[in-house]
């Protein structure tokens, strides 16, 4: 068991808040993802599990016991960072086996587990090799069965994957996630690439300030963003947003009036993301505008228009064509468009 408390956790540094009111409970065998951009707070809410920074208010609860006062090696977790954090002067084998040394596992123990957990991130035939004479990948597979082999209850990742080309960063997160999974290990982990969050967690926490902005799974972050940054920080496109006024169901912005909405009057800031816009016949639209750019994906064409004076992006059928400057006609139904409070960003409907 491996259940983590955060009770309303704060750090702080003078009068400056690294983290505010963090609290969350992490379920056993979770894998919890903090997701935010560059200095909300991601990796000293992790440094503070480890216990590698100390804590200004709030209790760390592990397995039922309060940790705030225990040493890191006292707790029972293993962290994996960008930087592998392998010693040069060992081979492989050597790196793995190093924690099991450190904290005076059994000897005759210690082979077998460092050939399981090499064999887990199948490095089976690099075990010889020092670290200059790895790939990235590679390297990062030993930090991962460095963390493996100490069998720990938690395993803490700050961005694992970030010195990794795009290639292997989709195949060593898929191992990611499977190991976790194989291992039933609770994990949390860091990272501000949206689409690592979305397709690792159980559930994600976006983080913003210091301040948790929203936790749910990956569906219902992008299903139901709480307020306008998650929905801005989620998704690629990210959801467009527009400025403008309801008035009795009707919502007029810049060039844009869309009507049948189920929102009180008001000042709002209207969502929709680029998939839900239905391309239509030239002029028959709601919105009419020219493109900026198109892209082919492959299974899409992703259209870039200027509406209202701001980029929206518009996702249409993977036989559309048009040329830059042609104008392309779009509608959005109500039923999905999202509605925040224009003053908070708070979602309203
Ligand atoms: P990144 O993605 O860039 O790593 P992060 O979300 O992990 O960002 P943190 O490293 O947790 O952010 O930092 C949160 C905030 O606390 C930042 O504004 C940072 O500058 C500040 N901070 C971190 N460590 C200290 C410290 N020792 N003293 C003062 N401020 C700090």
Known sequence: MAEIQLRNINKRWGSFVGVENFDLTIADEEFLVLLGPSGC????TMRMIAGLEDITEGEII?????VNDL?????D????FQSYGLYPHMNVYENIRFPLKVRKVDPATHDERVRRASAMVELDDFLHRKPAELSGGQRQRVALARAIVREPNVFLMDE???NLDAKLRVSTRAQIKNLSHELKVTTVYVTHDQIEAMTLADRVVVMKQGKIQQVGTPTEIYDNPANTFVASFIGSPAMNLMDGVIRDGIFEGVNVRIEGLKAADGEVTLGFRAEDAEVAEAGAGQINAPVY???????AVMLAVK?????????AHKEYRANIGDAV???VPPNICHVFEKASGARIS
């Open 307 to 315: 509406a209202g004076g701001q980029m929206v992006s518009v996702k």
């Open 62 to 66: 592990i397995d039922g016991k309060v």
């Open 41 to 44: 707070g991601k990796t000293t």
């Open 293 to 299: 750019t198109i892209e082919l994906l492959g299974d």
């Open 71 to 75: 040493d890191p090696k006292d707790r």
């Open 160 to 162: 694992p994957l970030s």
């Open 329 to 331: 006609s779009f509608s």
């Open 77 to 80: 977790v293993a962290m994996v």
